[in-house]
């Protein structure tokens, strides 16, 4: 395999490994929804106060609720934070692609280069036997010439 060919086939799988880290962050994106939902019905459904309560009832509802909203914040923080890396392995895999894009256009103007040379060099060599091909039917034709021309001076001369 040409050292162009293992550049290519190096690119493919660096394409097909971002292509991957895309599918894992998009995944991480739907699980980190998934999770602010399920806080949200944790905040909905939260204890409410039932009646009068007393003091210490009210501040346990309240850290409560106070823990709650601090769950969903989280929850919200960790989703930006999935998102931020979904945006992440979009861009690796767009500069991948590009990447192996540009190697495949590399390899085929190579391949396409090889191929003119080789025209040219039979080309060439065809170009050359027809030359030669020429110069010795001028050298046989010549040959012939001179040895009718010998047959008719030799038969000219009498010892």
């Known amino acids: 395999m040409s050292r162009l060919g293992s550049v290519l086939r ?3 799988i660096e394409e097909r490994r ?16 998934g999770e602010i939902n399920d806080r949200r019905r944790a905040y909905a459904h939260r204890p409410r106060p039932a009646g009068l309560v007393s003091a210490s009832g009210l501040r346990a509802v309240e850290l409560l609720s106070v823990r709650c909203l601090e769950r969903l914040a989280e929850a919200v923080a960790e989703r930006d934070a999935a998102l931020w890396r979904r945006d992440e392995a979009a861009a690796g895999l767009s500069q991948a692609s590009v990447r192996r894009k540009s190697s495949e256009r590399l390899v085929e103007r190579r391949e396409a280069e090889a191929a003119h040379q080789a025209q040219v060099a039979a080309q ?8 030669l091909m020429g110069r010795r ?12 021309s010998l047959g008719e001076g030799g038969a000219g001369v009498s010892t």
């Open 18 to 33: 971002a292509r991957g880290e895309l599918a894992r962050a998009e995944a991480a994106v739907r699980a980190a929804d």
């Open 137 to 148: 039917g001028e050298g046989a034709a010549a040959a012939a010439g001179e040895q009718e």
């Open 124 to 131: 060439r060599d065809a170009d050359e036997l027809v030359l």
């Open 10 to 12: 190096v690119r493919v």
